[in-house]
């Protein structure tokens, strides 16, 4: 049987296209946690530091700050906050929190630094983020039940302010839970800062 030089061709141009195609990459579905607000750089290669580089502009002291007054009314529309939140104890850190029915919450550290991440890592993915307004920032997704992420922005020794978001996953029009816990951060800096 003679093969033809014509068919031979088209069988090296078909492997070739073939091949092309196997090693084309695909932006794919991120993960949740892989869209955090980073310093530019892939959270999946960067490795990451439990505390965040950077210095501080000045320190902010939580002793005394309501949680629940940190998040203004004017930035509850596109933080997803319908009510005045209700403020409790977190009972991990012994620190005042502000829960915010459907989105998160608030809390200011007044008992540890975010160095104190550290010894969690096992149960948390940590991202060193974009500092907000000067301030080291690292993000946290949960590991553990795979829909809640915290911000945490080092604002003095032994202190840090910490949101928490945990977004409803059935509802598209939400922001993915890293993202909005970094926007509580934002949103609460601003106020400290004002303040």
């Known amino acids: 049987m003679t093969i033809r030089p014509c068919l ?3 069988g090296i141009v078909a492997a070739v296209t073939a091949l092309a195609g196997c090693t084309a990459q695909s932006s794919g579905s991120p993960k949740p946690g892989d869209t955090t607000t980073s310093t530019g750089s892939d959270p999946a290669t960067t ?3 439990v505390e965040p580089t950077g210095e501080r502009p ?3 002291i939580l002793d005394g700050k ?10 509850w529309p596109q933080l997803g906050i319908e009510r005045q939140g209700s403020p409790s104890e977190d009972p991990t850190f012994k620190s005042p929190q502000c829960y915010f029915s459907g989105v998160g919450q608030v809390t200011v550290v007044v008992t540890e630094g975010v160095e104190a991440w550290d010894g969690r890592t096992q149960s948390v993915d940590i991202t060193e983020a974009d500092p907000i307004e000067g301030y080291p920032t690292i993000t946290m997704w949960n590991k553990i039940d795979e829909r809640s992420c915290y911000a945490a922005v ?4 032994g202190q840090n302010l910490m949101t928490t978001a945990a977004p409803d996953p059935s509802n598209p ?3 993915e839970a890293c993202d909005l816990a970094y926007r509580m951060a934002i949103s609460a800096i601003s106020t400290l800062i004002a303040s």
């Not at 309501?66 to 930035?75: E, V």
């Not at 080092?154 to 020794?157: F, L, R």
Request: contains cysteine.
């Open 173 to 175: 029009e939400e922001p």
């Open 58 to 60: 000045s320190e902010i």
């Open 8 to 10: 031979i061709v088209a």
């Open 66 to 75: 309501d949680p629940c007054a940190l998040i203004p009314q004017s930035d």
């Open 47 to 49: 490795p990451t530091s």
């Open 154 to 157: 080092d604002v003095a020794d």
